[in-house]
Each structure stands twice: as C-alpha cells, then as structure tokens.
C-alpha cells in the first residue's frame, strides 16, 4: 500500500525508555518513505515525459491543422478561380459562337438577296423569250398562212434588213449560255 502525506504527517514512533525514538522504527520508515518517494518521482518524471511527448504531437497536430486549413483555403482559391476562369473562357467561346453565327446570317441574308435578283432576272428573261418566241412562232405561222411569195420577193426580202421589232430584238438579245436558240427567220440576218 502506497504512503499518502497524510499518513507521513501523522505516524508515530515507539519511544525508548530514555524517550527516544526507536531507532528501527524510523530507518524502516524512512526507507519505506524513500521507496514511495522514488516510485513516485519516477512517475513524475515518466509522467513529465510523456506530457512533453504529448505537448510536442500537439503542436504537431497544431502545425498540421494550419497547415490543412492553409491547404484547404489555397484549394478552395485554386477551385474558385478555376470557375471563374471556366466561365470566363465559356462567356468568350458564346460570345465568339454568337459572332460568328451573326456573320454565318449577313453571309447567308447576302446569298440570298444576289440569288433572289439572279432569279428574279431569269424570271424576266424567261419572259423576254417568252415574248419572242411567241413573236417568232406568230411571224412563222403568219408565213405559214400567206401564199408563198415569188422568187422577186424573196430577193427583196432577204436584201431588206430586218424592221419587225420581233426580229430587231432577236438579233439584239442577249445570249444566255444553255439558253435554246431560236431558227433565224427566212429573210431577216
């Protein structure tokens, strides 16, 4: 059993007769009271170890902790201007898409506006030829129905240059590449 303060405040010795202490009594104490006091020194001291073992892994985990919270807040900063710069980057990749597709539109609105005058001038030389044409079948069906004219006539004719506005107009058409070729008429060049 371990000695406590209390009991070495209060033990008592056996007094000799001459009112001594016994002499036994108190070496046997005292080296009882120096086993207790080394064991508990030796305590003391494992236990001033092992605080100071335990201060130190503190101030480990301490450093650590900074550490991580240094860590986690640089992470945190990379992955928000990493965001930022992703929307900034996607803003510039929609703002170039939205360019170029307006540019795509005046290219496509251009197309079509010099395609709707090509056919709109193809639809006004169909109606040209249209015009001659019925103007040539006409002459040719007016000949067909007249009596055929004598050779002097013909002469006449074919020196004669062209004054019907049908014949004047098909010598001076424009001639449109793959367009059919209306057959001269008799008499006219």
Partial sequence: MRITPLDIYQREFSRKKLGGLDENEVYDFLKKVGREYEAVYAECKNLKEQNQRLTNQMKDYLELEKTLKQTLI????????????????????????????????????????????????????????????????????????????????????????????????MNNAPVTPGAPVAPAIPGTN
Avoid at 82 to 111: F, H, P
Avoid at 115 to 143: A, D, F, N, W
């Fill in 74 to 169: 640089s992470a945190q900063k990379a992955s928000a201007d990493t965001k930022s710069n992703a929307e900034k980057e996607a803003e510039l990749i929609i703002k170039e898409a939205e360019i170029q597709a307006e540019r795509i539109m005046d290219e496509a609105r251009s197309e079509a506006e010099i395609i709707g005058k090509e056919i709109r001038e193809l639809k006004r030389q169909k109606r040209m030829l249209k015009v001659e044409l019925r103007t040539v079948l006409e002459s040719y069906l007016s000949m067909l129905n007249e009596e055929p004219p004598t050779l002097a006539a013909r002469t006449a004719a074919m020196a004669a240059p062209a004054t019907t506005p049908a014949a004047s107009a």
